[in-house]
């Protein structure tokens, strides 16, 4: 559960606070060096490859970024709004799916064993020295993991001693990606991760909608929000609340990573904020199923959330990749 984990490492810094642990912040450890994957290959990542497809373009131009002041929904974070031009690129039209995600696990050079459902794999089906790839809690706490398959709110397992999705779960968004296990499978698909001013002029236009299907207030019937935690739903199942572009869920289900550090706006590309080999938080964008259900937590510009350490995974926040045009 990773509500426990603020609370555990508070409890590591009061009792040693001279200790390694208490000078080094999990969100601050910078990201590691993965094994290389096989190269994408459409025969065997079917998913992946229809995903990429499906790109949807979003066209160049200067974007309205950040909260405007006057607004109702202002949020303080996201101020100053400002223009960022921005070129044309591609972003996928769902977030990344459990399916999708399993075939870059399996492109890894790690054999699982047995046959676990996702939350309940452990120590016996990977092997030792890829412990630290795939395992938040079981033996020692990982530095940073690609997924955590051994939190509760996994949804990938092993079956037959491949990775594979929870069985119902196959079109369900992916969870527990760390921003690095994100990262490393957009790369994998010939793709990256999407700035954050990229997702920011996806889901609100150059007209600067407030939220990604116009200006309604948020509903169920646009956004999957207001559910249990665990209680996800496939993506893609709100079309109306799609952008005009048809980009879906970008309010709702899943919380998604963005290549960006959280600096203040307004943006620059070139302060280091889109270093990849830094540590610190990375933003995510879009608000997520189980917290999220506020409208001002659904703005397409709001850009604060807590538990978003970017070295493990998190039951809301899942991605999805951008590419070049
Ligand atoms: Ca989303
Ligand atoms: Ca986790």
């Not at 889901?203 to 207001?226: D, H, K, M, S």
């Not at 079309?239 to 959280?262: F, I, N, Q, V």
């Not at 409208?295 to 978003?308: C, G, K, S, V």
């Amino acid at each position: 559960m990773r509500p426990l984990r603020p609370f555990t490492a508070l409890v590591l810094l009061s009792l040693s606070p001279l200790s390694s642990a208490a000078q080094t912040s999990p969100a601050s450890t910078p990201p590691p060096q993965f094994p290389q994957a096989a190269p994408f290959d459409a025969r065997t990542a079917p998913e992946s490859a229809r995903q990429h497809a499906q790109m949807i373009r979003i066209p160049g131009g200067s974007y309205p970024i950040g909260s405007p002041d006057n607004h109702p929904l202002a949020n303080r974070a996201a101020m100053p709004m400002h223009r960022v031009a921005i070129a044309p690129f591609r972003i996928d039209r769902t977030e990344v799916t459990n399916a999708q995600f399993a075939e870059f696990l399996n492109a890894l050079p790690v054999k699982p064993r047995g046959t676990e459902p996702g939350g309940n794999v452990g120590p016996r089906n990977i092997p030792p020295e890829a412990h630290r790839l795939f395992l938040e809690f079981s033996s020692r706490p990982s530095p940073y993991t690609i997924v955590d398959l051994d939190d509760e709110e996994a949804l990938i397992g092993v079956i037959d001693g491949r990775f594979a999705p929870n069985p119902g779960f196959e079109n369900h968004p992916a969870t527990e990606t760390t921003w690095a296990g994100a990262l490393a499978y957009c790369r994998w698909r010939g793709a990256r991760l999407p700035t954050e001013v990229e997702w920011e002029a996806a889901a609100r236009g150059p007209q600067g909608r407030t939220f990604p299907w116009g200006e309604a207030q948020p509903t169920t019937e646009l956004a999957v929000i207001n559910r249990k935690s665990g209680d996800t739903v496939p993506v893609g199942s709100r079309p109306r609340g799609a952008t005009p572009e048809g980009l879906l869920d970008m309010a709702g289900s899943m919380l998604e990573w963005t290549s960006t550090l959280d600096r203040p706006y307004p943006y620059r590309a070139d302060d280091g904020r889109e270093d990849p080999a830094l540590g610190g938080e990375r933003v995510v964008r879009g608000g997520n199923y189980v917290f999220d259900d506020a409208p001002e937590r659904l703005t397409t510009w709001n850009r604060t959330f807590a538990w978003r350490n970017p070295a493990t995974g998190h039951r809301q926040i899942g991605l999805r990749c951008a590419a070049g045009v």
